[in-house]
T-cell receptor, first 113, second 112 residues
Framework: DVKVTQSSRYLVKRTGEKVFLECVQD?????MFWYRQDPGLGLRLIYF???????EKGDIPEGYSVSREKKERFSLILESASTNQTSMYLC????????????FGPGTRLTVT | TQLLEQSPQFLSIQEGENLTVYCNSS?????LQWYRQEPGEGPVLLVT?????EVKKLKRLTFQFGDARKDSSLHITAAQPGDTGLYLC????????????FGEGTQLTVNP
C-alpha cells in the first residue's frame, strides 16, 4: 500500500513565523503535490513537483515555496505566515504515466494566530 | 473560476435512501475521478472513468461519465451511515500534465 505521511496533524503558529510542512511518500512516485483545502473551495493546488529539484507553481503559489531535495520528500514552506494561510494542507503523490490517481496524506491543519 | 462544479454542496439523508451527486463542467476532461474523504483524513480514490458514457459500479455506488466527457454523476443506492463523508470529483486533462482539477465537494451525511 502507498503511504503518504505528513509531519504534523495539527500546527499552531504566529503571524510572521516561518513554517515548514513536510511530506514523505514510500512508493518511489515521481510526482508530488501540495494543496490547501478550505470549506466551499475544494482542493486548490499550491505547488507540484515532477522530479527531484523540479517544481511548478499551481493555482495559488503566492506566499509559499517548496523544496524537493530527495524523491520521497516534498516540503512546503510558508516564508512569513499570515492569518489567511490558516487552512488544511494536503500532500499527495502520483506515479508517472497514464494513471492520474493521487494518494493523499492525512493532512495538516494549520492555524496562524 | 471553478472549472468543476459539484451539486449539491450538502446532503443529509436517512439510511436506506438513494441519492445522486453531480459534477459538471464546460470543459472536456480526458478522465474523471471520484474521491471520498472522511474527517481527519486525506481523500481516497473510489473510481476513475475514462470513456464517454462509461458506467462503473462499486457495490452500491454507480459512477457515470457523460457522453461528451464534461460531466459525471455518482449514485448511491440504499445509503448507509458508513457512506458519510466528503465526495470530491477531479478531472484530468492531457494538456495539464500531472494536474487534477477538483470540484468543491459534496458533504454527505447519512443518518441512522
Amino acid at each position: 500500500d502507498v503511504k503518504v505521511t505528513q509531519s504534523s496533524r495539527y500546527l499552531v503558529k504566529r503571524t510572521g513565523e516561518k513554517v515548514f510542512l513536510e511530506c514523505v511518500q514510500d512508493m518511489d512516485h515521481e510526482n508530488m503535490f501540495w494543496y490547501r483545502q478550505d470549506p466551499g473551495l475544494g482542493l486548490r493546488l499550491i505547488y507540484f513537483s515532477y522530479d527531484v529539484k523540479m517544481k511548478e507553481k499551481g493555482d495559488i503559489p503566492e506566499g509559499y515555496s517548496v523544496s524537493r531535495e530527495k524523491k520521497e520528500r516534498f516540503s512546503l514552506i510558508l516564508e512569513s505566515a499570515s492569518t489567511n494561510q490558516t487552512s488544511m494542507y494536503l500532500c499527495a503523490s502520483r506515479q508517472g504515466g497514464a494513471s492520474y490517481e493521487q494518494y493523499f496524506g492525512p493532512g495538516t491543519r494549520l492555524t496562524v494566530t | 473560476t471553478q472549472l468543476l462544479e459539484q451539486s449539491p454542496q450538502f446532503l443529509s439523508i436517512q439510511e436506506g435512501e438513494n441519492l445522486t451527486v453531480y459534477c459538471n463542467s464546460s470543459s472536456v476532461f480526458s478522465s474523471l475521478q471520484w474521491y471520498r474523504q472522511e474527517p481527519g483524513e486525506g481523500p481516497v480514490l473510489l473510481v476513475t472513468v475514462v470513456t464517454g458514457g462509461e458506467v462503473k459500479k462499486l457495490k452500491r455506488l454507480t459512477f457515470q461519465f457523460g457522453d461528451a466527457r464534461k460531466d459525471s454523476s455518482l449514485h448511491i443506492t440504499a445509503a448507509q451511515p458508513g457512506d458519510t463523508g466528503l465526495y470530491l470529483c477531479a478531472g484530468a486533462k492531457e494538456t495539464s500534465g500531472s494536474r487534477l482539477t477538483f470540484g468543491e465537494g459534496t458533504q454527505l451525511t447519512v443518518n441512522p
